[in-house]
């Protein structure tokens, strides 16, 4: 007969020791790079503690699968983890399971099919154009606040089909990232009674909560109401008698679901791209020879085909560090016995820099991605939008994004590091819901010809 045997006791390396009461919760929040790095030595499953809570970290490629796509009945439920945010935010389709998510999934996804998202690329050039046109020549840029600023004005003109009044940006630009860093420790903190606590970063967490789902109310109850196409018009299909509060619940998902993410990955983009001024200069040249120096367009997405490998790669390298899941039933996973209701654990992150997968993963190295390479990259295990029911319903809009923001910001400008660098990865990393450079700063130089009107001076 088969043996089952219970997981493997999560990792005991440095970075990933667990602490009295706490459990991994600490090393988890600190060090998750490193920690699920090193978890992928202890077999396909291992046991993390966060908490009294257990949970099961699963390593490999072909459990994963199963998880995400073809077993994913058996693991679809999202637990007490959602339960929390679905009281802040409301039932949208991030929150929900079965039924209910795949009616409003099947809703909502008509705003997102490509050719939709297509038709914003001027948009999204111009929004790129416009912050270039406030950076100045020299003076050292921070990126990250740069890119979490572009990416919430594209997001809430992709949601709303208007930018957002610069009050309303600035708002945002300083509620989201209190939104987000609030959202990692209140979704996993093991102990919910924590959460009550008068403390004021915790006042200040849901008061951001409050405050970002009434910007979102008063956007959604400007939009004209039916017939209208958008967002907004598949998320009233989403909630048969389109209560305002209901769409206001999709956009705020939308938005938590797209800035977090989309802005890490540029952030990290522009990290890469300054480390490498050769990769950089490739890049700009085939932006060049396709446009001959006019604005990008829609129509040049598939000859810009270096700038998409380098897209898949920061994808590959920076991808969700975190998602989770919960069995509905008892279930053998692998070798191992799970109860219902296990916590699932699964880092992208991890998966995509598995040396067994990958060769050097931990290159920045967008040539792997070209065909016929001797060591093809395998695509089956490159998830950074994940798979399956759930996979990332915002991915066509978060693609045309990177490609579009890198080729404007390249054609234009030249960047150059300032920041310390360690193995490729700067010393300072945060993580919330996605892991990103602390802060990215780096020099922008307007390059000789300028694609697009932007200001700045020669140092
Ligand atoms: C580079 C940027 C992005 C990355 C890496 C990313 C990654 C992901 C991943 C891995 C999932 C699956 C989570 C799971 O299986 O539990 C997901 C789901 C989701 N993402 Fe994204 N995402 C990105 C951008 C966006 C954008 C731009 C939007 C919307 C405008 C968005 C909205 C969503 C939503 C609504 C879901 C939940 C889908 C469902 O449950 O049916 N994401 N994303």
């Known amino acids: ?19 009295p009461l706490l459990g991994h919760l600490v090393p988890l929040l600190r060090r998750p790079l490193a920690f699920m790095q090193d978890a992928r030595g202890m077999g396909e499953v291992a046991e993390i503690r966060v908490g009294t809570t257990r949970a099961y970290l699963v390593n490999s490629p072909e459990l994963i699968k199963r998880i995400l796509v073809t077993d994913a009945d058996q693991f679809a439920d999202l637990g007490n983890l959602f339960e929390r945010p679905r009281k802040w935010i ?14 409003q999934r099947r809703a909502l996804q008509p705003a997102f099919r490509r050719t939709v998202v297509e ?9 790129v154009v416009a912050a270039g046109a406030t950076w100045e020549a020299g003076r050292p840029l921070a990126v990250r606040d740069e890119m979490y600023g572009l990416i919430i004005r594209m997001t809430y003109r992709y949601l709303f089909g208007a930018d957002p009044a610069p009050k309303v940006l600035a708002e945002l630009v300083r509620l989201l990232p209190v939104v987000e860093k609030g959202m990692a420790f209140h979704v996993i903190n093991p102990l919910p009674v924590l959460s009550g606590l008068p403390l004021p970063s915790f006042r200040r967490f849901f008061q951001a909560v409050d405050r970002v789902n009434q910007v979102m109310s008063d956007a959604v109850s400007l939009m004209p109401q039916p017939p209208g196409a958008g967002f907004v018009s598949a998320a009233r299909d989403a909630h048969p008698g389109g209560q305002a509060e209901l769409v206001r619940a999709e956009a705020t998902a939308m938005l938590l679901g797209a ?15 300054a480390a490498a001024p050769g990769l950089q200069q490739e890049l700009r040249d085939e932006v060049r020879t396709v446009t001959g120096g006019r604005a990008v367009t829609a129509g040049d997405l598939h000859a810009l085909g270096g700038t998409t490998r380098f897209v898949q790669e920061i994808l590959r390298l920076y991808a969700p560090w975190l998602i989770t899941r919960r069995t509905t039933a008892p279930v053998v996973l692998g070798t191992v016995r799970l109860p219902a209701g296990a916590l699932i654990l699964i880092s992208l992150h991890a998966l995509h820099r598995d040396p067994k997968m990958f060769e050097n993963p931990d290159v920045c190295d967008p040539a792997r991605w070209l065909p016929g390479t001797a060591q093809p990259v395998p695509r089956e295990t490159f998830l950074p939008f994940g798979a399956g029911k759930r996979r990332c319903i915002g991915e066509p809009l978060a693609l045309v994004e990177l490609i579009i923001t890198v080729a404007t910001v390249l054609a234009d400008w030249e960047v150059r590091p300032l920041a310390a660098r360690d193995g490729g990865i700067p010393r300072r990393l945060a993580t919330t819901a996605v892991v990103h450079p602390a802060d990215v700063p780096i020099i922008p130089v307007p390059c000789e010809y300028q694609s697009a009107p932007s200001q700045g001076k020669e140092p």
Do not use: C, D
């Not at 007969?1 to 602490?19: C, D, I, L, N, Y």
């Not at 409301?90 to 009616?103: A, D, I, K, M, Y």
């Not at 993410?261 to 791209?273: F, K, P, R, Y």
């Open 1 to 19: 007969m088969e043996q089952h045997k219970t997981a493997v006791p999560g990792p005991a390396s440095p970075h990933a020791r667990p602490w």
């Open 119 to 127: 038709e914003q690329v001027e948009t999204i050039r111009q929004a």
């Open 90 to 103: 409301g039932p949208s389709v991030v929150l929900v399971t079965g039924e209910q998510h795949q009616r």
């Open 259 to 273: 800035v977090p993410n989309t802005s890490a990955m540029l952030t990290w983009a522009l990290h890469e791209l």
